[in-house]
């Protein structure tokens, strides 16, 4: 199994920035999908969700009405759109993939599988 995190990069406070996440070697349709974070000096913690089951999508509050998850089940690979970037959205971003659906994806012991991830930085 591998997924592929891309997109990354530098961005002015404000502005947008799409991450890709592509990914291989599982049934992509079956799997929940999301998106963690881990800032400099902090532990990793959600971010965003999609559900397989049902498309549902779970946020953390951080994010709510800035940033949006999608998901190409064609294409297996999933999408995170974020606009009005802050300082504070600095941070390693990873892609995750879970066989669960519901409220436990917002719990990162519920992914089985990890990208690499990939460096959002957002200077003021």
């Known amino acids: 199994v591998q997924l592929q995190a891309s997109g990354g990069g530098l961005v002015q406070a404000g502005g947008s920035l799409s991450l890709s996440c592509a990914v291989s070697?599982?049934?992509?349709?079956?799997?929940?999908m999301g998106w963690f974070r881990r800032a400099p000096g902090k532990e990793r913690e959600f971010v965003l969700s999609?559900?397989?089951?049902?498309?549902?999508?779970y946020y953390a509050d951080s994010v709510k009405g800035r940033f949006t998850i999608s998901r190409d089940n064609a294409n297996n690979t999933m999408y995170l759109q974020m606009t009005s970037l802050k300082p504070e959205d600095t941070a390693l971003y990873y892609c995750?993939?879970?066989?669960?659906?519901?409220?436990?994806?917002?719990?990162?012991?519920?992914?089985?599988?990890w990208g690499q991830g990939t460096l959002v930085t957002v200077f003021s």
């Open positions: 995750a993939a879970s066989g669960y659906y519901g409220s436990q994806l917002q719990h990162q012991v519920a992914h089985a599988y």
């Open positions: 070697g599982l049934t992509f349709r079956s799997y929940s």
């Open positions: 999609i559900s397989y089951r049902d498309r549902r999508r």
